[in-house]
């Protein structure tokens, strides 16, 4: 167990996000209290977790994103501290406020930091950027990215073989200005700093796997401080992608998952493929209902292995032994990007 004076957490998200953070609570000996809307008082994040209690209506600006609520129902459960999962509560100022106002312990950016440096509350649009841990000392595990970002939406992100360069001056100065914990950055064409995110953004499996981490105890241990809190970096990073599954049914199309979709947990003992670790989490159980309030993120995929070519061809075989899981999704357009990374390793599916 991760020695913190936390035992307990509220874990405010929902989805595959919040169902992998959730498995890290349950791993390190922490009791979990998940958030639900009433569209999803039965979610997979709310079955896997110790204790849960309910937001409020189905919309998210009523629920999943209405910091009150989320403080009243940490209020309710008595939890010591509430963990914001995705960046757009993460960098919600207002929400770190409340929760440190009403005497609990926000597992994230101080308000005043977010407030200083925007936090921008978003998933990164850029189609480069990195991914660190800050802390007083400096950037730690820091890891290039690149995102290949079809129709706005993040599918598929991965190190890149020959990195990315120096980082941006104003990303070096993350450690003065006060920022802690998980960064993602995105870095512009002209290799200055476009957004910086905090949270669990859907960039940062490829942080994990590449330097074999945990980000919610790396986010706990560093609460922690002291010995807790240093960090050890990895002598030789691997190469990682992380992939987002999604369905494409229309946007507010609720659909029913009747298969399965990807699950392994972190340190499984799944057999290597081709030398790569493979961890995948899936937000949906067969039977559960995709309600078509929220987003279509239906499962997370990352692998590392000594090369992107080979975690790329590692991630591919994940997708393609799918069954049907009954909801369409963009698995064939993700195995494109996995194919164009990994080349003759993955056969062309088209």
């Known amino acids: 167990m991760v020695q913190t004076a936390v035992e307990s957490v509220l874990v405010a998200g929902r989805g595959p996000m919040a169902c992998a953070v959730i498995r ?47 403080v009243e129902a940490a209020r309710r459960t008595r939890v010591d501290a509430v963990l914001p999962v995705p960046p757009a509560l993460a960098g919600n100022a207002r929400l770190a406020i409340a929760v440190t106002e009403a005497g609990l312990t926000w597992v994230g950016q101080d ?57 941006p001056a104003a990303a070096r100065r993350l450690p003065e200005l006060g920022w802690r914990g998980l960064v993602t950055v995105g870095i512009d064409p002209g290799g200055e700093l476009a957004e910086v995110a905090a949270g669990f953004s859907l960039d940062m499996a490829v942080l994990e796997r590449a330097h074999n ?29 992380a992939v987002q ?7 507010g199309t609720a659909g029913r998952v009747t298969g399965r979709l990807p699950d392994v947990p972190a340190r499984s003992g799944r057999r290597p493929l081709l030398g790569a670790e493979v961890v995948a989490v899936s937000g949906y159980d067969p039977g559960d209902r995709l309600d078509g309030w929220y987003d279509a993120l239906l499962a997370t995929v990352s692998a590392a292995a000594p ?38 390793l993955v056969p062309d599916r088209s």
């Open 111 to 167: 308000p005043e930091v977010l407030e200083r440096l925007g936090g921008d509350g978003v998933e990164p649009a850029s189609e480069q950027g990195f991914l660190a841990w800050v802390t007083a000392e400096g950037l730690h595990h820091v890891t290039p990215v690149l995102r290949d970002r079809a129709g706005g939406t993040p599918r598929v992100s991965w190190t890149p073989p020959a990195g990315l360069g120096p980082l």
């Open 24 to 70: 890290a609570c349950t791993r390190l000996g922490l009791k979990s209290v998940a958030v639900y809307s009433e569209s999803e008082r039965d979610a997979r994040h709310v079955r896997m977790a110790d204790e849960s209690v309910l937001l409020g209506p189905a919309p998210a600006t009523e629920s999943y994103l209405d910091a009150q609520r989320i």
């Open 245 to 251: 599954l999604r369905s494409t049914l229309p946007p």
């Open 307 to 344: 090369s992107a070519a080979r975690a790329a061809s590692a991630a591919t075989e994940v997708l393609i032994g799918l069954p049907d899981s009954g909801v369409p999704h963009d698995g064939d357009a993700v195995c494109g990007v996995l194919q164009r990374i990994a080349g003759s």
């Open 213 to 241: 981490v945990d980000a919610v105890e790396l986010t706990l241990r560093g609460m922690a401080g002291g010995s807790q809190g240093r960090v050890v970096e990895t002598a030789v990073p691997r190469a990682a992608v």
